[in-house]
């Protein structure tokens, strides 16, 4: 090759290698910049190169303010994410009736959703059924369980760590032995997503702060199996509040937890649920917590908000 061809050849070459640059760092701005209508409801541009998810959890149909679950089914068309997650505890006493207002209102939602029961899933005062059938009225609802994006970037499993019956005192507390939370941390493990994450009603430990505690069986065989499935995330509810913080039981596996999206039982930390945009080029998950705020949920700047880095 002449030498004319070849400085040609490296010119054209940094010139790409520049306008790759610039086009990562236009989009990473783009991405940033939030306009705000006259509702307060939040939009970003460029979209379409990040997945976008609603993690919802603690609704209690039973104990639910109505005027909170239609601002929430206004947001989240405002929002438009890909998936909607909720992490348990849809009713406040496991009844029939309960269960069919959770089915109307799920059936409102305009994005796909995955979701796992909470304790109060199972029927609170029937001890008959919370042996035979624990989770049979929960089960009827139909919800999946797992979900994954188009493009492969983001692989949810959700599985119940809730238990109608357990040899201990309080039957609230959660289980991650069970078999379907192991299963779960499998599939993910054979998953080729860019990020892993596992859904549970039950945070492995209570955080600093937490008015609610938290404090799951069968960790050690969770944990075991930890080892050889990594995740990415943990997302939770059970505590009635919003919490992102790193797991020492659990290794340092990030552990995000959200309010309860209308129960009248806020535990001090107010409605709302959260917002997690998962980034295809950088490897950043941003979180970003919506408050229900004069009639509607908006977005704030609160400390949970931030970004998670992900290793590797």
Known sequence: ?????LSMARSVSSAITWYCGLYRGLLWCSLQR?????TGRAFRVLERFMTTLVHISDVHFGDADSAKLDAALRAIEAIEPECVL??????????????AQADIWLKKVKAPIVSCPGNHDTPMF???????DPFGRYNRLGLRTTWQSSDNLVHIEAANSARGLQGR???SQGDYGQLGVIEALDRLGGSRAQYK??????PPQTPAGASVMSMPSGLNRFVKRLTLNPLDLLLCGHVHAAFDFPAPVLAGVRVMTVPSLASSRERGFGSG???????????TIA???????????????EPSKGTLHIAG
Do not use: C, P
Request: proline share 0%.
């Open 1 to 5: 090759m002449r030498s004319s061809d």
């Open 34 to 38: 939030v306009r705000k209508d006259d």
């Open 86 to 99: 909720i992490t348990g505890d849809l009713t406040q006493e496991g009844k029939l009736s309960e269960f």
């Open 126 to 132: 029937n001890l008959a059924l919370r042996f035979a």
């Open 169 to 171: 005192m309080d039957w």
């Open 197 to 202: 994450v596992l859904a549970l009603h039950h």
């Open 273 to 283: 649920f959260g917002v997690l945009r998962f980034g295809a080029d950088n490897s």
């Open 287 to 301: 979180r970003s917590i919506w408050r229900y705020q004069d009639g509607s949920f908006k977005e704030v700047i």
